[in-house]
């Protein structure tokens, strides 16, 4: 089992900054993607920013130039640096964490519970 604890839920000013953190612990195997989503009052939940199994990185284009995810060298610690929010940035932030022993065997999926991020205009 994993555990993912995020940290840095906030209510900021339009145009503010905010960083949200996700530690993960627990059976983490060498292939892993890291990363966060967001669900919006009714809306469907959806990618943010991600580093992949291969360690590159995916941002979703409405975040693209504002938001920066970075993690540690253990992979085990991912940051999302958001900058120039907006109030359309308002959701819930959720950890994401998918790992797996092999590429034969299919990904496990863990999810944080979520921190507020609010951006009043």
């Known amino acids: 089992q994993v555990q993912l604890v995020e940290s840095g839920c906030g209510l900021v000013q339009a145009g503010g900054s905010l960083r949200v953190s996700c530690v993960a612990s627990g059976r983490i195997f060498s292939i892993s993607t890291m990363g966060w989503y967001r669900q919006a009052p009714w809306k469907q939940r959806e990618l943010v920013a991600s580093?992949?199994?291969?360690?590159?990185?995916n941002y979703a284009d409405s975040v693209k130039g504002r938001f920066t995810i970075s993690r540690n060298n253990a992979k085990t610690t991912v940051y999302l640096q958001m900058n120039s929010l907006k109030p359309e940035d308002t959701a819930v932030y959720y950890c994401?964490?998918?790992?797996?022993?092999?590429?034969?065997?299919?990904?496990?999926?863990?999810w944080g519970e979520g921190t507020q991020v609010t951006v009043s205009s």
């Open positions: 580093f992949t199994e291969g360690g590159s990185t």
């Open positions: 994401h964490l998918g790992t797996r022993a092999s590429s034969w065997v299919a990904m496990e999926n863990y």
